[in-house]
T-cell receptor
């Protein structure tokens, strides 16, 4: 069974731009969560989607948004990029929402110049 | 806000030695999960603990959830080079919600 797929793997943007990251969950998994990982802040929860609805949200500004499609694929958008948004963005899928064992993708490495 | 601290931050051990990482939360956790992230890789789910005082074993790994559900530990017996990586605990914060909070992680290096 294919794992969680994230695209693109690497991205370079400049301040003020916006970016969209994509995540395809494991087949049959209906929940998708997004995380930001940085050396300084560690792994931080962004949000979780289930059945096209945002179920939980972390403490990130409104510039970070996401959505989920009917096939459970998810996208995350970051607008007005700042230098501090440079990070590894990880997507994780699980069968159900809530505190379920999560399967992570390899992430998208976003660099802001 | 709630914090989940892990100690130690780094640990270097000789192959064959034991290793323990501790996870401490400022508030009660509903349940706790443990993940391992290899260098350059993504976190991989290891186990979930739910009950107060629960102990679970996976081969050389022993996981424990504290009686007060505010701390947890992961113990590896006789480490191997394949154990190298960062070990994270994750809890549900605050209790009753479903927001994940990950611990600060313990990076393990095993010297052959």
């Amino acid at each position: 069974k294919a794992g969680v797929t994230q695209t693109p793997r690497y991205l370079i943007k400049t301040r003020g731009q916006q970016v969209t990251l994509s995540c395809s969950p494991i087949s049959g998994h209906r929940s998708v969560s997004w995380y930001q990982q940085t050396p300084g802040q560690g792994l931080q929860f962004l949000f979780e989607y289930f059945s096209e609805t945002q179920r939980n949200k972390g403490n990130f500004p409104g510039r970070f948004s996401g959505r989920q499609f009917s096939n459970s694929r998810s996208e995350m958008n970051v607008s007005t990029l700042e230098l501090g948004d440079s990070a590894l963005y990880l997507c994780a899928s699980s069968l159900d929402w809530g505190f379920q064992p999560q399967h992570f993708g390899d992430g998208t490495r976003l660099s802001i110049l | 806000g709630q914090q989940v601290m892990q100690i130690p931050q780094y640990q270097h051990v000789q192959e064959g030695e034991d290793f323990t990482t501790y996870c401490n939360s400022s508030t009660t956790l509903s349940n706790i999960q443990w993940y391992k992230q290899r260098p350059g890789g993504h976190p991989v789910f290891l186990i979930q603990l739910v009950k107060s005082g629960e102990v679970k074993k996976q081969k050389r790994l022993t996981f424990q959830f504290g009686e007060a559900k505010k701390n947890s530990s992961l113990h590896i017996t006789a480490t191997q080079t394949t154990d190298v990586g960062t070990y994270f605990c994750a809890g549900r914060s605050p209790p009753g919600t479903y927001k994940y909070i990950f611990g600060t992680g313990t990076r393990l290096k095993v010297l052959a």
